[in-house]
């Protein structure tokens, strides 16, 4: 008769909790793998991208692209300068006008609106930020270029730049004023601030190192975009004297020169490419230090 005390053959103390351990050391190894191979696969079309417009970009790069105008077909040489003072202009028209607009309606959503209204509101920035931006292009062609209001120029340009910015102003704003704790608004309050004092002085401060990070997203989608500027601003071969008038961009002088015959128009639409790139990487790493401080 075996004694309850005997062990079976093969079976040591333990070793079901060293096999069960062993096999989740291994499926947790197994896991992170897969995510670090994953995390890899989704950088790995960032990389192409930059490696290809590198190489492309840099070998047509030279000093005097940065202040001549567009070539002619056919024409040497050449650059696209006032392509750079144009897409600043438009993105500058849009920042001004989307700006103080979605701040103020993250403020009223965030502070002063509740219920039904807030959720309409938040409704519809979230369907406007899904518009494609060919629509903002055509609205504000209808408004304004159509309409003879202002023409092919500037100004409409910014304004379709605009459409474009306010949702992704609106929507990181509210979000980043409802991260502010409730202990700094109930302070403000407690000492005899008012309402709008408290938001002034204590939450949009607060949240303001995630505002400047949202607003930097939608300057960067602006400056990449052409379908608006195609039916707004249009295209110029010529330095801008006003802002009413047909305007060069960046984005639509790459869209121009990339499908061109011409070989030289060609590479002036590569270094543009890689240029408009850089702006966007710098007003990424400015706004990163910018929040980095404040914080």
Same mark, same amino acid.
């Given at each position: 008769?075996?004694?309850?005390?005997?062990?079976?053959?093969?079976?040591?103390?333990?070793?079901?909790?060293?096999?069960?351990?062993?096999?989740?050391?291994?499926?947790?190894?197994?896991?992170?793998?897969?995510?670090?191979?994953?995390?890899?696969?989704?950088?790995?079309?960032?990389?192409?991208?930059?490696?290809?417009?590198?190489?492309?970009?840099?070998?047509?790069?030279?000093?005097?692209?940065?202040?001549?105008?567009?070539?002619?077909?056919?024409?040497?040489?050449?650059?696209?300068?006032?392509?750079?003072?144009?897409?600043?202009?438009?993105?500058?028209?849009?920042?001004?006008?989307?700006?103080?607009?979605?701040?103020?309606?993250?403020?009223?959503?965030?502070?002063?609106?509740? =219920?039904? &209204?807030?959720?309409?509101?938040?409704?519809?920035?979230?369907?406007?930020?899904?518009? /494609? $931006? %060919? #629509?903002? *292009? !055509?609205?504000?062609?209808?408004?304004?270029?159509?309409?003879?209001?202002?023409?092919?120029?500037?100004?409409?340009?910014?304004?379709?730049?605009?459409?474009?910015?306010?949702?992704?102003?609106?929507?990181?704003?509210?979000?980043?004023?409802?991260?502010?704790?409730?202990?700094?608004?109930?302070?403000?309050?407690?000492? =005899?601030? &008012?309402?709008?004092?408290?938001?002034?002085?204590?939450?949009?401060?607060?949240?303001? /190192? $995630? %505002? #400047?990070? *949202? !607003?930097?997203?939608?300057?960067?989608?602006?400056?990449?975009?052409?379908?608006?500027?195609?039916?707004?601003?249009?295209?110029?071969?010529?330095?801008?004297?006003?802002?009413?008038?047909?305007?060069?961009?960046?984005?639509?002088?790459?869209?121009?020169?990339?499908?061109?015959?011409?070989?030289?128009?060609?590479?002036?639409?590569?270094?543009?490419?890689?240029?408009?790139?850089?702006?966007?990487?710098?007003?990424?790493?400015?706004?990163?230090?910018?929040?980095?401080?404040?914080?």
């Amino acid at each position: 008769m075996t004694s309850f005390s005997e062990q079976p053959q093969g079976f040591t103390r333990g070793s079901l909790k060293g096999s069960s351990s062993s096999k989740r050391t291994l499926f947790n190894n197994v896991m992170n793998g897969v995510i670090f191979l994953c995390g890899l696969l989704a950088l790995l079309p960032l990389g192409l991208v930059l490696s290809y417009l590198l190489i492309k970009g840099f070998s047509s790069l030279s000093l005097e692209l940065f202040y001549k105008l567009p070539p002619a077909p056919l024409d040497t040489g050449g650059g696209f300068g006032n392509a750079i003072i144009g897409t600043l202009i438009m993105v500058g028209i849009g920042a001004v006008i989307s700006v103080p607009i979605g701040v103020a309606a993250a403020v009223y959503l965030t502070e002063f609106s509740k =219920g039904q &209204t807030a959720r309409s509101i938040r409704f519809a920035t979230n369907v406007l930020s899904g518009v /494609p $931006s %060919i #629509i903002a *292009g !055509v609205v504000t062609y209808g408004i304004l270029v159509g309409s003879k209001v202002t023409g092919y120029s500037a100004i409409a340009g910014g304004v379709a730049l605009s459409i474009l910015m306010l949702p992704i102003i609106v929507r990181t704003t509210d979000e980043a004023l409802q991260l502010v704790s409730n202990d700094l608004r109930q302070a403000a309050v407690g000492i =005899g601030a &008012t309402n709008y004092q408290t938001v002034l002085q204590v939450v949009l401060p607060a949240a303001l /190192p $995630s %505002i #400047i990070t *949202g !607003v930097t997203l939608s300057i960067a989608r602006a400056a990449g975009e052409t379908a608006p500027l195609i039916f707004t601003a249009l295209f110029s071969f010529y330095w801008i004297r006003g802002l009413t008038e047909p305007t060069a961009s960046l984005a639509v002088l790459v869209y121009n020169f990339a499908t061109s015959f011409d070989q030289n128009q060609q590479s002036v639409a590569w270094a543009a490419s890689l240029v408009l790139v850089l702006m966007v990487l710098i007003a990424s790493i400015i706004a990163r230090f910018t929040t980095r401080s404040k914080s």
